[in-house]
């Protein structure tokens, strides 16, 4: 009999804890490991939002218990940025949630949206939550591969005609984690129309809408014509404004949805500490060239890598967004797959990466390589990156030998 609980059995340990326990292990050692393992934003939040968690702190009243769905000045703060950055009207009490950072809204609305047994259409490769969220609720997972959005969305039909029963929700994540990748929104006016032929509810999460490059900014599901209707966007302020650590997302879009993820989340939770809302509302509504500035910085890192990279003979794709590049493992690893090369490359050469395992079983042959170091240990990394392709045969050697051995 199995000692695990119900839903236990069902969230297989991290598949990156595996290269965690490694790079944790090395580090002890003295190793220094160049790491682009996780998402982690490693910029400074900018001073003027510390600040003004700061004086916002001095107030005694600021320990109290705050509002679960976010003060109304930071649901405001979230419409006027809707508003101001795509042309979406919010109303910001029955439109905008506030959340605990978009991992939590996102998890809460599944518990708000999914009964046992559901069917929900997931992207795959895809970031953790947006499959284990509905599973942690009961849901059903009907895996779509998607390592492009046109493939994704090629699928969508098929997956829902051999679904049974029907499927309630489908998500859809651009710029994606982890592939990268950006859509248009001729992409989100195809699957408003799919959706809605389909009686599909959607869940768009844009938390990388503001990390892109060569001037394309994503846009927004809300813009197409009639998505509020069946559609709600999770949306962060993690990347954005490099706050991850502080927690603060946000669901907006149909008033449904964000009254079934209130109710959920009055019985769950009291909201951020004020602070935290009062000093995300100074965020988004005061000066933004700090944004420039973060999307600078990851253009930058993007294009070192890219060139680096290439020059050490590993050719990875251009990403247009995202804080990721998502690279197909070099020729000379491809048969090892992307467990056994992400542990290689961190051992033999000391540059840690995401297996593309670990997001879901069409990510394997690839790795995503965060943006979170800076332009010099880049360039580090794609040095060691060259001696461990071109001692490809003796360390895969070594390694079979080892493995046989054990
Ligand atoms: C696609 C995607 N959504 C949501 C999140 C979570 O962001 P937050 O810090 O807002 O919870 C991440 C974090 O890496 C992400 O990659």
């Given at each position: ?122 992207p ?28 994704y ?17 489908l998500i859809l994540s651009y ?8 859509v248009?929104?001729?992409?989100y006016?195809?699957a ?10 959607v869940i768009s999460d ?15 599901i ?185």
């Open positions: 009999m199995s000692t695990d609980f119900h839903r236990i059995r069902r969230l297989p340990p991290y598949v990156f804890e595996e290269v965690n326990k490694i790079k944790a292990r090395l580090r002890a050692e003295g190793t220094d490991i160049i790491d682009f393992g996780m998402g982690n934003p490693d910029m400074p939040t900018p001073q003027h939002i510390v600040d003004k968690l700061i004086e916002t702190a001095r107030d005694p009243k600021a320990g109290r218990y705050s509002a679960s769905k976010g003060v109304p000045g930071l649901r405001k703060a979230m419409a006027n940025y809707y508003g101001r950055r795509f042309g979406v009207k919010l109303n910001p009490d029955t439109e905008v949630i506030a959340t605990l950072g978009s991992k939590e809204g996102f998890a809460n609305l599944a518990q708000a949206l999914t009964g046992p047994g559901d069917v929900i259409i997931c795959n490769p895809a970031y953790p939550i947006h499959a284990f969220g509905f599973i942690m609720a009961g849901g059903i997972i009907r895996h779509v591969p998607a390592l492009s959005p046109e493939e969305l090629s699928n969508i039909s098929r997956a829902v005609k051999h679904s049974v029963p029907p499927p309630s929700v710029p994606s984690n982890p592939t990268a990748q950006w248009d929104l001729d992409f006016k195809d408003v129309a799919l959706a809605k032929k389909h009686d599909l509810l844009v938390a990388y809408g503001e990390i892109y490059f060569d001037n394309n900014p994503p846009p927004s809300l813009q197409v014509d009639g998505a509020k209707d069946i559609a709600v966007e999770v949306n962060s302020l993690s990347k954005t404004y490099a706050m991850a650590g502080w927690r603060v997302g946000m669901v907006v879009g149909n008033a449904r949805i964000c009254a079934a993820l209130a109710r959920v989340k009055s019985y769950l939770d009291y909201g951020a500490y004020t602070p935290v809302q009062v000093a995300a509302a100074t965020a988004l509504n005061g000066p933004q060239d700090c944004v420039d500035e973060i999307r600078g910085i990851y253009k930058s890192r993007r294009d070192t890598l890219i060139k680096s990279m290439k020059a050490a003979g590993w050719d990875i794709p251009n990403p247009p967004a995202s804080m990721f590049a998502w690279a197909k493992i070099p020729e000379a690893y491809r048969e090892a797959g992307s467990m056994l090369f992400s542990r290689l490359l961190i051992e033999e050469a000391g540059v840690a990466v995401a297996p593309g395992i670990g997001f879901g079983e069409y990510g394997e042959g690839y790795v995503r390589i965060g943006l979170v170091e800076n332009e010099h240990r880049i360039r580090q990394a794609a040095r060691n990156v060259k001696k461990f392709i071109a001692n490809a045969d003796s360390i895969l050697a070594k390694a079979h030998n080892k493995m046989e051995q054990a």
